[in-house]
């Protein structure tokens, strides 16, 4: 392991004093440009149906009205809006304007007009004819013989059976399962079931647009993937890719959500064609419906084991909702097993199945744990119910049959993220020491099966354990730019976006430990096509490794640099030099400082400027690991379900920012208990989303929050830069089964679908028919 000087720190992020102070810093603190049009638009109102006609005449009449946009006057062109690298892996089933609306909410016009209430008034005076069809509304529906057909367009690319609503299908398997589980001396079959989840970022989608000085379009926009929008949008409303300029600000939270090409299209082609600055911004209730949601899945697990606890046989079998268009939903598909199998690497039959249906409800896609949320939920009561049967205890099950340092699994090469995946061998893990650590914080020992009880409530404890990823092996690509300055500070350039995670922070502190000075000397910028090296973006767990690879690389090549015109002035040898405190020299002897070297190398002998790019493009994906230990309280009369204590143990490798990485565990396992205990989107029999605002959408309040607490284990990923692998995501897929397996603990009851709400709890206390 290193020892570190800013690295390992807990170092204010470099954004923290402008959010502190609420500068004008997020896309709609922007003032607005002279002649700034305002975007609004039409949406559905039925799940399923053709638009036989449609009349803008009475919306373009308005004064103050600039362009109405409909399927009859915009691009024809199928894409996907899935935010991912070229050539994406998600279907091209999407138009900016069909002539067949598919969810309640899908686009029929966009009107841009002076003001957003006059666009509003306009999208009212459109006369829209539909001819309704019937609605798939379900897994179940969408999966039944002769179900309607949601998209039977010809020119759609990639879609795996549109006959039969399937949008994307994956298998994969090592061994035979079909000769393990006979061999097994016990065996569990489990079904779980998720629901549809909104991100409820504090931001809502926004993006707007202008022509610069050069009549080249500008785009900036809250998003996660400003290289992909470029891309997607030059695509989608034909303007070369090096006319665009896609910039990012600060972003108001993600959680995936943002990793869309959702509505940029619609500012950019209005002021490509009225020459008029614009802005589109979604509302609370365009965010719920118009936006991405998680994947509703229904996911079996069955296991196998020897009388000894050993695993010999794994079956995972999924059913994923993708809604009425496939944007992710291949890959969040595939994550399902490719993040959860390999944990459990002891079984040598594992087999994986799984597809992703077209239903006419809201659009899955990204969302923080990408399809291991609703992988571990089965698997992990799959291990507990296993546990149950074989008399061994739910904690020393998974301590023998985890995966650890030098071991690796087959799931590894047979599945990745849209495709087969690539070999590798676990170089760092610590999941020993986190289940050690957690058991201890929780009092595993003592508490475990007791079911203490407090009148109506009885007490119990579950747990968990996860790995997730550090980015998409040999398809991520990070960059990144580094120069030096007269007065010895440098500019750091990254195309990797922060969307509230600190990694200009994190990317800050990595290059200013290799270049020997504090952070405040490293000036960042991020998330600028024009200005900023290439990234895929904030996706995959993959800014720390991926883009914190890059970062660590040029500034390695820019000490390098340092260290030779250092050397040329002290009169010694390259290799003698170091960098600490501002300075370059030789440990013992004279040293220079970094200002003296830029000002030589700006102005003195041999003039260059000092500075590197580097890129990275990982060959591997090293998994952190956690362990999660709930207790909770039942009241066996209502069916309510309290946290009394949440411990999350986590190995990140080197963390770079504790505090940071702390605040990102902390996050996710609150996002992750909301999706447990009380988030859901409700619909009508109709299709219709009855919780569009976060009066009947519940989230976590502070005062929801259990006391937590997270432990970083220490450890060191030897691939990673200075040690460290990626912390975001993991969280959030251990609440629901840490909880799951506490209730469990507490009342005797197996709980299967999420949400758990009291009623929910109360009817499985009391049996069928209740």
Not at 25 to 42: C, E, K, M, S, Y
Not at 51 to 77: F, M, W, Y
Request: with cysteine; aromatic share 6%; hydrophobic share 40%.
């Amino acid at each position: 392991m290193g020892k570190f000087t800013v690295v390992g720190t807990n170092e204010r992020k470099v954004d923290g004093r402008a959010l502190a102070t609420g500068q004008p810093v997020f896309v709609g603190d922007i003032p607005p440009r002279q002649g700034l049009l305002h975007l609004a638009l039409l949406h559905s109102p039925h799940a399923h149906a053709l638009i036989k006609s449609i009349d803008t005449s009475r919306a373009q009449a308005l004064e103050g009205v600039a362009l109405v946009l409909t399927h009859l006057n915009t691009p024809i062109v199928r894409y996907t809006t899935a935010g991912q690298g070229h050539p994406e892996p998600s279907p091209y089933d999407t138009r900016m304007f069909d002539t067949k609306v598919r969810f309640v909410g899908d686009r029929v016009a966009a009107v841009a007009a002076d003001s957003e209430e006059l666009a509003r008034r306009a999208c009212e005076l459109i006369d829209v004819e539909y001819d309704i069809l019937e609605p798939v509304l379900s897994l179940d529906e969408a999966m039944a013989d002769g179900a309607p057909v949601i998209h039977d367009e010809d020119d759609a690319l990639d879609v795996w059976a549109a006959e039969r609503n399937c949008a994307s299908h994956v298998v994969a398997s090592a061994g035979d399962v079909g000769v393990g589980f006979p061999e097994c001396d016990a065996v569990v079959d489990v079904t779980c079931e998720t629901q549809y989840a909104q991100h409820v970022p504090l931001e809502n989608h926004i993006a707007t647009t202008y022509l610069d000085e050069d009549d080249r379009l500008v785009i900036v926009s809250s998003t996660q993937v400003p290289f992909h929008v470029r891309r997607i949008i030059a695509r989608v409303i034909d303007v070369p890719v090096h006319r665009i300029r896609v910039v990012k600000p600060r972003i108001g939270g993600g959680f995936g959500v943002k990793q869309e090409v959702l509505i940029e299209d619609l500012p950019a082609l209005v002021t490509m064609r009225t020459g008029r600055p614009a802005v589109l911004e979604y509302d609370r209730a365009q965010e719920f419906v118009s936006a991405r949601t998680r994947h509703p899945m229904r996911v079996r697990v069955k296991l196998g084991a020897k009388r000894d606890g050993i695993l010999h046989a794994i079956e995972m079998e999924v059913w994923s909702n993708t809604g009425a268009y496939g944007a992710h939903g291949l890959t969040v598909l595939s994550n399902v097993g490719s993040k959860t199998l390999p944990l459990y690497n002891k079984a040598p039959h594992v087999r994986f199945w799984g597809e992703a249906y077209y239903t006419n409800l809201p659009v899955g896609g990204a969302y923080r744990g990408y399809g291991a949320t609703q992988g571990y939920f089965a698997l992990e009561t799959a291990m507990d119910r296993l546990a149950s049967e074989l008399g061994i205890d739910a904690l020393e099950l998974r301590r023998r049959n985890h995966i650890r340092t030098g071991e690796t699994s087959p799931i590894f090469a047979a599945l990745g993220e849209g495709r087969e995946g690539v070999e590798q061998t676990i170089t760092s893990c610590e999941l020993e020491s986190c289940i050690d650590i957690g058991a201890d914080r929780i009092d595993w020992g003592a508490k475990r099966g007791l079911r203490r009880r407090e009148g109506d409530w009885v007490h119990g404890v579950g747990m968990s354990i996860h790995m997730q990823g550090s980015g998409i092996p040999l398809i991520d690509m990070g960059a990144a730019s580094l120069k030096l300055n007269d007065d010895g500070s440098f500019n750091l350039a990254v195309g990797a976006t922060d969307l509230g995670t600190g990694s200009d922070t994190i990317l800050g502190q990595i290059a200013a430990e290799v270049l020997g000075v504090p952070l405040e000397k490293i000036i960042v910028r991020s998330s600028d096509t024009d200005l900023t090296p290439f990234d895929v973006g904030a996706y995959a767990s993959s800014t720390t490794y991926v883009s914190g690879m890059a970062v660590q690389r040029a500034a390695h090549d820019v000490a390098s640099q340092i260290k030779t015109v250092a050397a040329e002035m002290l009169k010694v040898e390259a290799n003698e030099v170091e960098l600490a405190n501002e300075r370059a020299g030789p440990p013992e002897g004279d040293s220079v400082s970094l200002s003296q070297v830029a000002l030589r190398s700006l102005y003195g002998e041999n003039q260059r400027q000092i500075g590197a790019l580097a890129s990275c493009v990982p060959e591997l994906s090293p998994p952190p690991f956690l362990a999660a230990f709930a207790e909770v309280r039942v009241d066996v009369v209502t069916g309510k379900v309290e946290i009394v204590d949440f411990i999350a143990t986590v190995d990140c490798g080197t963390a770079i920012n504790p505090q940071l990485a702390e605040g990102q565990v902390e996050g996710a396992v609150v996002n992750g208990i909301g999706y447990a205990l009380m988030e859901e989107m409700v619909f009508d029999g109709s299709g219709r989303c009855r919780t569009t605002d976060l009066g009947r959408y519940k989230i976590p309040s502070i005062s929801d929050v259990p006391p937590l607490e997270v432990v970083l284990v220490e450890s060191f990923e030897p691939t990673g830069p200075m040690g460290a692998k990626s912390v975001s995501e993991i969280g959030i897929n251990a609440p629901i089964p840490a909880i799951a397996n506490a209730i469990h603990d507490a009342t005797g009851i197996w709980l299967t679908e999420t949400p758990f709400t009291a009623e929910s709890v109360w009817r499985a206390l009391n049996g069928p028919g209740s």
